[in-house]
């Protein structure tokens, strides 16, 4: 006999009866698919096996006879899934078909067992899951069929950095350099890396997708990964076109917008369970430069133009070691530079560092500001001037433009977007 798990917090879902009866409503549920498309396991038969699951896991429960039973039916339901595989390998009938609707048929069993033991929701959401597996048959195997090798790669890497090397780092480090001792949240650095991955992974896919249909799409989802690379690609697209040059400014400041909307972003995400508190701070500078930037763009562009822009796989193990590596530098010469020179140290390590990668500046702040060697304000002006500091990077690559009117203009809106967050930044240092 087995142990029921906590009370269910709807008392009528305490009754064996009603949990039988949604098991075999979720069987049902899952061979909605197989019926539709012809299996020879359909409705019925998932509804059944469901029920089964259901039925011996009350038995096991409350007799000792019923873990036997429990075991013998998912014994005879992988027996019959293993029946199919093999009518589908040697038949006329899809191999890959067959064997879907085998290790369907466990999930069944698996399903009823588990909302008979009370684990409700978990059982609905395997359900709902693999019925979404099921109907999206056509499109799942369309998005596998259009990937890249480097994609495919690509997407192996950031799992084994996400769901592999995560769980194995310890939960605090002290890093001692130079005597100094700078205490570190590996999992909690380790997932902000693979956090600015997965906005790049995110950003690559609508790029991709989109292309160049529309500015807001070049230069805000271009910026995510890359706000430098941005100004690049018009820079190159205004000496190509020199009456491009309204809606290319427009990207530039909805890169910066972007960039912006990344750093508050991660200030926030990574500080909202810590035991201080959240970094809200950061919104109202942050926030004025992504209004200002986006309002601008609005007003300036002319939005019947689109703009090409070609992006490489935007994840690798290399780039995410890079901007680890960045960080890691940040981390211990602002730490370095706090303890030898106070806060104003560390701020002007933050404005450096936001010349090359202001995340790893904004990261950096936030692992101080967890740690207790910053407090809000300090942290959310040193990510400030990381923001800032990319803002003037990418307004100097701007100023190397043949184009008049594209330099001036985004010299002149870098400044309207640096002039806006100087002056929300007032009420957060009084």
Same mark, same amino acid.
Not at 78 to 104: F, K, P, W
Not at 341 to 352: C, P, S
């Given at each position: 006999?087995?142990?029921?798990?906590?009370?269910?917090?709807?008392?009528?879902?305490?009754?064996?009866?009603?949990?039988?009866?949604? +098991?075999?409503?979720?069987?049902?549920?899952?061979?909605?698919?197989?019926?539709?498309?012809?299996?020879?396991?359909?409705?019925?038969?998932?509804?059944?096996?469901?029920?089964?699951?259901?039925?011996?896991?009350?038995?096991?429960?409350?007799?000792?006879?019923?873990?036997?039973?429990?075991?013998?039916?998912?014994?005879?339901?992988?027996?019959?899934?293993?029946?199919?595989?093999?009518?589908?390998?040697?038949?006329?009938?899809?191999?890959?078909?067959?064997?879907?609707?085998?290790?369907?048929?466990?999930?069944? !069993?698996?399903?009823?067992?588990?909302?008979?033991?009370?684990?409700?929701?978990?059982?609905?959401?395997?359900?709902?899951?693999?019925?979404?597996?099921?109907?999206?048959?056509?499109?799942?195997?369309?998005?596998?069929?259009?990937?890249?090798?480097?994609?495919?790669?690509?997407?192996?890497?950031?799992?084994?950095?996400?769901?592999?090397?995560?769980?194995?780092?310890?939960?605090? !480090?002290?890093?001692?350099?130079?005597?100094?001792?700078?205490?570190?949240?590996?999992?909690?650095?380790?997932?902000?890396?693979?956090?600015?991955?997965?906005?790049?992974?995110?950003?690559?896919?609508?790029?991709?997708?989109?292309?160049?249909?529309?500015?807001?799409?070049?230069?805000?989802?271009?910026?995510?990964?890359?706000? #430098?690379?941005?100004?690049?690609?018009?820079?190159?697209?205004?000496?190509?076109?020199?009456? &491009?040059?309204?809606?290319?400014?427009?990207?530039?400041?909805?890169?910066? +917008?972007?960039?912006?909307?990344?750093?508050? &972003?991660?200030?926030?995400?990574?500080?909202?369970?810590?035991?201080?508190?959240?970094?809200?701070?950061?919104?109202?500078?942050?926030?004025?430069?992504? +209004?200002?930037?986006?309002?601008?763009?609005?007003?300036?562009?002319?939005?019947?133009?689109?703009?090409?822009?070609?992006?490489?796989?935007?994840?690798?193990?290399?780039?995410?070691?890079?901007?680890?590596?960045?960080?890691?530098?940040?981390?211990?010469?602002?730490?370095?530079?706090?303890?030898?020179?106070? #806060?104003?140290?560390?701020?002007?390590?933050?404005?450096?560092?936001?010349?090359?990668?202001?995340?790893?500046?904004?990261?950096?702040?936030?692992?101080?500001?967890?740690?207790?060697?910053?407090?809000? #304000?300090?942290?959310?002006?040193?990510?400030?001037?990381?923001?800032? &500091?990319?803002?003037?990077?990418?307004?100097?690559?701007?100023?190397?433009?043949?184009?008049?009117?594209?330099?001036?203009?985004?010299?002149? !809106?870098?400044?309207?977007?640096?002039?806006?967050?100087?002056?929300?930044?007032?009420?957060?240092?009084?």
């Amino acid at each position: 006999m087995i142990e029921a798990p906590l009370q269910l917090a709807d008392p009528l879902l305490e009754e064996p009866v009603i949990r039988i009866g949604l +098991a075999a409503t979720l069987g049902l549920f899952l061979g909605l698919e197989r019926e539709w498309s012809e299996k020879s396991a359909g409705i019925r038969t998932f509804s059944l096996i469901s029920l089964l699951g259901a039925v011996f896991t009350v038995l096991a429960l409350e007799t000792a006879l019923g873990v036997s039973l429990l075991t013998l039916g998912a014994l005879l339901v992988i027996a019959q899934g293993v029946l199919l595989a093999v009518e589908g390998l040697i038949g006329e009938s899809d191999a890959g078909l067959s064997l879907t609707t085998s290790v369907s048929m466990l999930v069944a !069993y698996g399903v009823g067992a588990l909302v008979a033991a009370g684990f409700v929701l978990e059982g609905v959401a395997v359900a709902v899951l693999s019925s979404l597996l099921l109907v999206l048959k056509r499109e799942l195997h369309e998005f596998a069929g259009g990937l890249s090798r480097a994609e495919v790669r690509a997407s192996a890497e950031f799992a084994i950095l996400a769901f592999v090397v995560l769980p194995l780092l310890p939960a605090a !480090y002290v890093l001692s350099v130079g005597g100094v001792e700078i205490p570190i949240e590996p999992p909690v650095v380790w997932l902000m890396v693979v956090a600015v991955a997965a906005i790049g992974i995110v950003n690559y896919a609508i790029v991709t997708t989109y292309g160049g249909r529309g500015i807001a799409v070049t230069g805000f989802v271009g910026g995510l990964a890359s706000s #430098t690379a941005v100004v690049g690609t018009m820079l190159d697209h205004v000496r190509q076109r020199p009456e &491009a040059a309204s809606y290319a400014v427009a990207a530039v400041l909805l890169a910066d +917008a972007a960039m912006a909307a990344r750093n508050l &972003a991660l200030a926030l995400a990574f500080t909202v369970d810590a035991d201080v508190p959240p970094l809200v701070l950061a919104v109202v500078p942050l926030g004025a430069v992504i +209004a200002v930037a986006v309002v601008v763009a609005a007003l300036t562009a002319d939005w019947r133009e689109s703009a090409p822009i070609e992006l490489e796989n935007p994840f690798s193990t290399k780039n995410a070691l890079a901007f680890g590596a960045i960080f890691l530098v940040v981390l211990v010469v602002g730490s370095l530079a706090e303890r030898s020179l106070g #806060t104003v140290g560390f701020y002007a390590t933050a404005a450096a560092s936001g010349l090359v990668s202001s995340g790893g500046a904004t990261t950096s702040a936030v692992v101080l500001y967890r740690g207790g060697r910053l407090d809000a #304000t300090e942290a959310s002006l040193a990510i400030l001037l990381a923001t800032v &500091a990319s803002i003037v990077v990418k307004a100097g690559l701007a100023s190397t433009a043949p184009n008049p009117a594209f330099r001036r203009r985004v010299i002149v !809106y870098s400044g309207a977007l640096l002039l806006a967050g100087g002056l929300a930044s007032v009420p957060v240092v009084l």
